[in-house]
């Protein structure tokens, strides 16, 4: 069976990175379109001028750090490596076709998983004195 070949609102991957950020702005949720709209700040400008600059030098295997998590994934990074700081450490995050209209820190998660230890003798100072059977 074929594998399905990925869109967006009806529009390829190859057509969303030709549209104009306008354009791609109105296919997004409210959220990301309100963000786009009302401007990049001066970080996620700095981080598209480093995307570009990457994608011309032809360097998207060395990943691109950034603190920016709340930057919109737009259809030119599609294929680039990110090094996305999570408050403690860069994960690297690759961008799918799917992560299109997310935000970069969905992908790297701030919280871990909670693992106890084993309950029982040494687990806790009140355990030394549980009786043995």
Same mark, same amino acid.
């Given at each position: 069976? $074929?594998?399905?070949?990925?869109?967006?609102?009806?529009?390829?991957?190859?057509?969303?990175?030709?549209? #104009?950020?306008?354009?791609?702005?109105?296919?997004?949720?409210?959220?990301?379109?309100?963000?786009?709209?009302?401007?990049?700040? $001066?970080?996620?400008?700095?981080?598209?001028?480093?995307?570009?600059?990457?994608?011309?030098?032809?360097?998207?295997?060395?990943?691109?750090?950034?603190?920016?998590?709340?930057?919109?994934?737009? $259809?030119?990074?599609?294929?680039?490596?990110?090094?996305?700081?999570?408050?403690?450490?860069?994960?690297?995050?690759?961008?799918? #076709?799917?992560?299109?209209?997310?935000?970069?820190?969905?992908?790297?998660?701030?919280?871990?998983?909670?693992?106890?230890?084993? #309950?029982?003798?040494?687990?806790?100072?009140?355990?030394?004195?549980? $009786?043995?059977?």
């Amino acid at each position: 069976m $074929p594998k399905k070949k990925f869109t967006f609102r009806g529009y390829s991957i190859e057509e969303l990175q030709k549209l #104009p950020l306008d354009d791609f702005a109105k296919l997004l949720p409210a959220r990301q379109r309100r963000s786009l709209t009302r401007g990049l700040t $001066p970080r996620e400008k700095k981080l598209i001028e480093r995307i570009r600059k990457a994608r011309d030098a032809g360097k998207t295997e060395t990943p691109i750090r950034t603190h920016c998590r709340e930057m919109v994934i737009l $259809p030119e990074m599609v294929g680039i490596k990110f090094a996305v700081h999570n408050g403690k450490e860069f994960i690297i995050v690759e961008v799918k #076709p799917e992560m299109v209209c997310h935000h970069l820190g969905e992908f790297s998660h701030t919280r871990k998983k909670v693992t106890h230890g084993m #309950p029982g003798i040494g687990a806790t100072r009140s355990s030394l004195y549980v $009786p043995l059977k």
